[in-house]
């Protein structure tokens, strides 16, 4: 990371406060040795990456995955409409999303984060390189290398995917000729679609089944080809909101009527 980039990073995030950021608590900086270091709070239960892929982890039950997905919608939405200017992040993925002591998440690693009014000047900061990880990137980036807020919609959306499912996003499982996304947007439209949620999930009751497949329609609009079909974060948001909500309510509602 070149200083200019160092010394933006530590300007804007310094400013950022959100309970779904991670906060950057302070930072090292040495001309001599040419290093620079971010100081972020500390995540005690690790990333959303490790408690779905790791084996060494508990399992995650649907109404913690449930919160997760709101919890980075909320952090992705702060960004885009609460900051300003706008910040694009750039490189959400799972094991960029964070877990505290409470399983809440936290949006972490604004090493590729931008303002999207600055200027870039490119004689000393290039602004051509192809940044993100694999699997998480819109496939508007991979010609254009501009990155919007639809870009970390995108990425948000195979974040989704990858909770309801419990897999990568690149997996072989997918076959050679497809992807996540599409894997996803085949199957939840036949009837093997109850071979999406992870194993680790089931059983499910029928309310919480139906939250799973709610999230994973959502997940679909958010990685449409064209950016201009996804829906915003803001947009998004709201629609998990109101599966979570409404998944809990049903509940309730099944567990009110068995007492009666």
């Known amino acids: 990371m070149s200083n200019r980039s160092f010394n933006r990073e530590v300007k804007t995030l310094g400013t950022i406060r959100h309970r779904h950021l991670v906060k950057l608590m302070g930072y090292c900086s040495s001309k001599a040795q040419g290093l ?13 990456w490790d408690w779905l892929h790791s084996k060494k982890k508990e399992v995650l039950d649907l109404e913690t995955r449930l919160k997760i997905a709101v919890g980075l919608a909320q952090g ?6 609460d900051c300003v200017p706008p910040i694009v992040h750039r490189d959400i993925k799972s094991s960029n999303v964070l877990l505290d002591s409470n399983m809440e998440a936290h949006l972490g690693d604004f090493g590729l984060a931008k303002i999207l009014t600055e200027s870039i000047d ?16 819109a496939p508007e980036y991979a010609y254009s290398l501009k990155a919007t807020e639809k870009s970390d919609v995108y990425s948000m959306g195979i974040v989704l995917m990858e909770i309801v499912t419990g897999k990568k996003p690149t997996e072989g499982v997918f076959g050679e000729e497809t992807d996540m996304v599409r894997w996803v947007d085949t199957v939840l439209g036949s009837a093997a679609r109850e071979k999406l949620i992870d194993s680790e999930l089931k059983p499910l009751l029928p309310c919480e089944e139906e939250a799973t497949y709610q999230v994973l329609e959502i997940a679909i609009q958010c990685t449409k080809t064209y950016p201009q079909e ?12 109101s599966v979570f909500n409404n998944r809990g309510a049903s509940y309730r509602e099944m567990q009110s009527g068995s007492d009666i």
């Open 36 to 48: 620079n270091m971010l100081i972020y709070e500390y995540m005690e239960n690790g990333s959303v």
């Open 76 to 81: 992705v939405e702060y960004l885009h409409f």
């Open 122 to 137: 490119t004689n000393t900061e290039s602004n051509s390189l192809f940044e993100g990880s694999y699997g998480y990137i």
């Open 230 to 241: 996804r829906p915003s974060s803001r947009q998004a948001c709201d629609c998990l909101l």
